[in-house]
């Protein structure tokens, strides 16, 4: 086993950006996310990798830094939670729309407005749906444990530069803070500038010097010039759906019962299946590890043998919709959650299930 | 084996980092581990809890509602999670500042007179740790070995110095551990 440590979801964020290469990171502090940028304060990388970290005056200023660097084809983040990742939108948007890949971290807390500072996946929709305006779609990874947030950075990073596409790492306040045991990979160093020219040359802005020059804008005039490049993007959601879509079952091979959920709420299942099949009733758990690309076929091929999906989310009910459209009538799909900042328990989401689809 | 912990108290009491070093002291033992702390407006003004769970198997939910040990150390923490003890299971508490003892006859219940033998044995620093000597003197999940290299992984080198007194005062709550409640 490698360097094994206890450590916050929120402190590998930072250490892993350190050890995978990371160029940049550019943000501002807000509850239950501070560590990140605390953490890349304490380990100052920029005396041992070079890496930049910046404590921008807003999130706006932050997202606008990452779409400033992202365009020279740097390895760049920002890190953020709800009310934070709302004021990065138009951001967001235009870092979608001029095709920049760089990573982009909400460790969620509850809404709407301020709201609190207690956990809640009630950014779903804000993520997977839209957030910005216009037909754009995030990469969007949902950790589960300390160590997922250490893995998908590097993921995180590798997937936005495969597809040239932000991508982020839905995560919250339970997984942020929860220390767990982690098992930190190799120092890879940063890209150099020949590799930035042999990985990003095509399109990112590195000095002209005797070619024609590079423009990274999310701004075309002419409307057939911009369907076109909403066809490109079009063209790329799918390749996405049809390459990147990543699940984990527990317990599916036999349900009759699937609860879906992911992040935390993902975990708190794991026990509530504990509890059912303690019980002799056979559930099982689907989590979603994309929310974008969502896993579709997984789900639509499960509704053709169980009897019901139970959508659990800390929020009022955002996936359950994806979950409708991928079973489309065929068995019934209930919704359940707490929201507002308030986890529900195992206990809770097993009463749940038995009032809403088992029958009792 | 699964072991779910809840520890509450005042922020100050080192709540959260007697929980983080009975992790680090259950990764030293190759165990997987948990701990989730209250980090919201509670700590900033009083209280402070942090769930800690160690087991053999693969860790389901970080997020408890019952636990199979409460360690207490102050009324509002009493209040708050007696009623969560998992019935037969282990309500650990200092006796400072409890107006109302614990009521429960289904679990069991102990005493450490944490904050008087602290203050007593000159480093009041160290109740954490007396608190828990109790808890290990009860349920023996960590072998003081392991809590050893577990404070020696989670404090700063600078602090290194202070860790054969953290040991002895472990020592002093493991023999002074006092039994309310038997069943």
Same mark, same amino acid.
Not at chain 1, 276 to 304: C, D, H, N, Q, Y
Not at chain 1, 344 to 348: A, G, K, R
Not at chain 2, 19 to 23: E, P, Q, S, T, V
């Given at each position: 086993m490698g360097d094994v440590r206890l450590m916050k979801?929120?402190?590998?964020?930072?250490?892993?950006?350190?050890?995978? @290469?990371?160029?940049?990171?550019?943000?501002? !502090?807000?509850? !239950?996310?501070?560590?990140?940028?605390?953490?890349?304060?304490?380990?100052?990388?920029? =005396?041992?990798?070079?890496?930049?970290?910046?404590?921008?005056?807003?999130?706006?200023?932050?997202?606008?830094?990452?779409?400033?660097?992202?365009?020279?084809?740097?390895?760049?983040?920002?890190?953020?939670?709800?009310?934070? *990742?709302?004021?990065?939108?138009?951001?967001?948007?235009?870092?979608?729309?001029?095709e920049l890949p760089c990573l982009i971290v909400n460790v969620q807390r509850g809404g709407p407005g301020l709201g609190t500072i207690q956990p809640s996946q009630a950014d779903y929709f804000q993520t997977c749906k839209g957030g910005g305006h216009g037909d754009y779609k995030l990469i969007v990874l949902a950790p589960a444990s300390v160590q997922e947030m250490y893995d998908f950075v590097e993921l995180g990073f590798e997937l936005a530069f495969k597809y040239k596409?932000?991508?982020?790492?839905?995560? /919250? @306040?339970?997984?942020?803070?929860?220390?767990?045991?982690?098992?930190?990979? =190799?120092?890879?160093?940063?890209?150099?500038? =020949?590799?930035?020219?042999e990985i990003s040359g095509s399109w990112a802005c590195l000095g002209k010097a005797g070619r024609e020059r590079h423009i990274s804008t999310s701004l075309e005039l002419d409307p057939y010039g911009m369907e076109k490049n909403n066809l490109r993007f079009q063209a790329k959601y799918r390749e996405m759906e049809a390459k990147e879509v990543r699940?984990?079952?527990?317990?599916?091979?036999?349900?009759? +019962?699937?609860?879906?959920?992911?992040?935390?709420?993902?975990?708190?299942?794991?026990?509530?299946?504990?509890?059912?099949?303690?019980?002799?009733?056979?559930? @099982?758990?689907?989590?979603?590890?994309? &929310?974008? !690309?969502?896993?579709?076929?997984?789900?639509?091929?499960?509704?053709?043998?169980?009897k019901g999906f139970l959508s659990v989310e800390m929020n009022a009910g955002q996936m359950v919709e994806d979950v409708r459209l991928a079973v489309n009538g065929k068995v019934p799909v209930e919704h359940f959650g707490r929201y507002g900042g308030v986890i529900?328990? !195992?206990?809770?989401v097993f009463d749940a299930l038995k009032q809403k689809l088992i029958g009792e | 084996m699964t072991e779910e912990i809840i520890i509450a108290g005042f922020g100050g009491q080192g709540v959260l980092s007697m929980?983080? *070093? &009975?992790?680090y002291s259950g990764i030293m033992q190759n165990k997987e581990v948990s701990w989730f702390p209250s980090y919201g407006p509670e700590m900033r003004g009083g209280t402070a809890?942090?769930?800690?769970?160690?087991? /053999?198997?693969?860790?389901?939910?970080?997020? &408890? $509602? $019952? +636990?199979?040990?409460? *360690?207490? &150390?102050?009324?509002?923490?009493? /209040?708050?999670?007696?009623?969560?003890v998992k019935p037969g299971g282990?309500?650990?508490? /200092?006796?400072?500042?409890?107006? $109302?003892?614990?009521?429960?006859?289904? *679990?069991?219940?102990?005493k450490i007179e944490g904050t008087r033998l602290a203050a007593e044995s000159g480093n009041p620093k160290t109740f954490n740790m007396i608190v828990l000597g109790a808890y290990l003197k009860l349920k023996p999940v960590i072998e003081l070995d392991s809590i050893e290299k577990g404070l020696k992984k989670s404090l700063p080198e600078r602090h290194h110095k202070s860790i054969p007194g953290n040991i002895e005062a472990i020592r002093v709550g493991q023999e002074n551990v006092e039994s309310i409640l038997v069943l």
């Open positions: 979801g929120n402190e590998v964020i930072a250490e892993a950006a350190i050890r995978c @290469g990371c160029d940049g990171y550019f943000g501002y !502090p807000i509850t !239950p996310q501070s560590e990140v940028l605390e953490t890349l304060a304490i380990r100052r990388p920029w =005396e041992e990798t070079g890496m930049v970290v910046l404590q921008a005056e807003s999130e706006t200023a932050s997202i606008n830094m990452l779409y400033g660097a992202a365009s020279t084809g740097k390895k760049v983040m920002t890190s953020s939670s709800s009310p934070g *990742i709302s004021l990065m939108a138009e951001g967001i948007s235009y870092l979608a729309g001029a596409n932000p991508a982020i790492i839905l995560s /919250d @306040g339970v997984i942020g803070q929860m220390m767990e045991k982690v098992e930190l990979g =190799e120092y890879k160093p940063r890209w150099t500038a =020949e590799q930035i020219q699940y984990e079952m527990f317990d599916c091979e036999d349900a009759e +019962y699937i609860l879906v959920a992911f992040g935390s709420s993902a975990r708190i299942c794991q026990k509530t299946v504990e509890i059912a099949r303690s019980k002799g009733l056979k559930v @099982g758990l689907l989590r979603p590890i994309t &929310l974008f !690309p969502f896993p579709t076929p997984i789900i639509r091929e499960l509704a053709g043998t169980v529900h328990t !195992p206990e809770e | 929980g983080k *070093i &009975l992790a809890n942090v769930t800690v769970i160690l087991s /053999d198997t693969r860790i389901s939910s970080p997020v &408890l $509602h $019952h +636990y199979d040990t409460a *360690i207490i &150390l102050n009324q509002q923490s009493l /209040d708050k999670f007696e009623k969560s282990i309500l650990l508490y /200092d006796p400072n500042g409890i107006v $109302h003892e614990p009521a429960r006859k289904d *679990i069991k219940i102990y």
